[in-house]
Every structure is written in C-alpha cells, then in structure tokens.
C-alpha cells in the first residue's frame, strides 16, 4: 500500500516537532507500516466521494496510535520481538527506556492531532472520545491484556480467543470505521461498520496468526516467536487448515456485507483483495 501523499503529511507532521532521540525514536516507530487502518478511513471516505485529504488528521492519530501499541507489544515484558517492520524494534534501536517513552509520545500526540485538526467541534469531540475507549479499556488495551493473562493452550478457547481479537485488533478497525463514519456524516449506519470492524478485525488476526506460524521472519520482518512462547493465538486453537477455513469463511461474510454498504464499495473491495492477497 503505497500512498506518497499522506506518507509526506506524516512525515511534515513529525518533523514539526522537537528534534532529539526520543521525537526520532518516535518517527522510527511510526515508518514502514501497511497503513492498513488509514487506507480503510480514505476507502470509507471515497466511497462517499469526498477528498482523502480531510481524513489525513484522523488517519494520522489513529496511525499513532497503532505504531504505539507496536512498539510497546515488542518489549521484552510483552512479547519480546526484536524484529518489526523488518528493522530492529524500537527498544531494540533505541532502549527499552527510549522506547517506553516513544509510545507514550505517540499515544498521548494523537489526541492533540484530533483536538488541533480542522474538523467541526461534533466530529473532533466524537472522535477524541471513541479513540480513548477503543484504544483503551473498551478495545486493543483490553485486548492485550487478555493476550498476555492467557498464555497456554489450556487457557484459550474459542470465546477468549474471539474477544481477544476483537479487542486488540477489532477495536482499532472500529475506530478507522468510525472515524470514516464522522468525516461523512453517515453515523445511521453504526451497525454496519461495528459488524463489519469485528469481521475485519478477525481475519487479520488469523492471518497474522497463521503467517507468524507459516512464514520466516524473512517474510514478515516481524519476530515470529509467539508460538514457541506461548502466546495466545489462533494457533492455540486451530491448527493451520481450521485456520485457512476460517478465513475463507470470515472474508465470504465480508464480499457478502459489502454488497449492502451504504457508500460506493468499490475502494473497499480493492482494499479486502489485497488483504486476501497478503
Ligand atoms: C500488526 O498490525 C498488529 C496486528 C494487529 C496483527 P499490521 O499488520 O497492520 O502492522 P503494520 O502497521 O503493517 O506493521
Ligand atoms: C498485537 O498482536 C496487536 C496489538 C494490539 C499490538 P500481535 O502481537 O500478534 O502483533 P504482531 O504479530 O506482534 O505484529
Ligand atoms: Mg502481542
Ligand atoms: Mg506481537
Ligand atoms: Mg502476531
């Protein structure tokens, strides 16, 4: 997923800030991601025939947010990968101090990047508060600490499993549906982009799952060790054909819920072909 125009709306904003270690440690963080979750607000936003342009803040914070999550999920009292985004993690470039830090930047940024952004004082207000309950105890925060507090196969079962991808991934995809759901105006329809958030959210997760299991670190530039640590995942419950099923079936019910969007779903779909493609 390429995108060099908001790649350089991300990159303005970042070198506006202060200039030391810890704003550089901060942009590290932040560079090399899919933007899976901002290209779902723009494909939302499109669908509508607005600008993608208008959603840059929204997609930016939520960015943050993302990247904070990641550097703080790597940390050795996490799960202790010294790989992302094929480069060495944060705390790994940088210090685990440096790193702590980083993630604190970028998460408490992102607020001020929604409170300062040029949108109506309903959209802003809405979206500062979905974004600290979805990131926080009401979404991925909860979701990770289910993730951590549940470490073996005889601790996860088809329920924990469902709510910890719901929360630590399904949360975050909630937020990029509801933020595209502000910046048009379209919030009749929260049903349909809560449904579709929760979907998302668990295919990306099973396939993550599966490609930890699957794929070299080559591959994914990410450490692939949450197996032979114990992590909670799919993989404690299905094995890599359960898991393929899975996902075959969760992207049907996606092709099926897209064919009643309430915008043009053609963005969309071409963002769900690459998912199935990855
Ligand atoms: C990784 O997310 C964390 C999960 C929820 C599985 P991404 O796969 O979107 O990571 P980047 O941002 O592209 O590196
Ligand atoms: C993390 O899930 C999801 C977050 C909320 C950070 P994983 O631990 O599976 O993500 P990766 O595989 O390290 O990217
Ligand atoms: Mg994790
Ligand atoms: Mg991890
Ligand atoms: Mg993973």
Known sequence: MTNEKFDLYCKEYFSS??????????????????????????????????DEEDAYPAALALEMVHSYSLIHDDLPCMDDADLRRGKPSVHK?????IAVLAGDGLLTHAFGVLADADYRDHIRLSMISDLSSL????GMLHGQYLDLTHSNKEEVDNDILNEIQDYKTGALFETALFFAMYLTGDE?????????????????????????????????GKS???????????LCVYNSEELKAQIDKLFAEID??????????SYFKELIQQMKER
């Open 256 to 265: 099926d819920d897209l064919e009643h969007a309430p915008f043009i779903a």
């Open 135 to 138: 990131a926080g105890l009401n």
């Open 224 to 234: 692939t060790t949450d197996v032979a640590n114990e992590k909670a995942s799919s």
């Open 17 to 50: 800030l202060r200039n030391n270690k810890l704003t550089e440690a901060m942009a590290y963080a932040f560079e090399g991601g899919k933007h899976f979750r901002p290209e779902l607000i723009f494909a939302v936003v499109k669908g509508f025939n607005l």
């Open 188 to 220: 009749d329809h929260i049903a349909f982009y809560e449904g579709l958030a929760i979907k998302m959210g668990r295919v990306f997760q099973l396939q993550d799952d599966l490609f930890d299991q699957e794929r070299s670190e080559n591959e994914t």
């Open 93 to 97: 470039a940088y210090g685990e101090d």
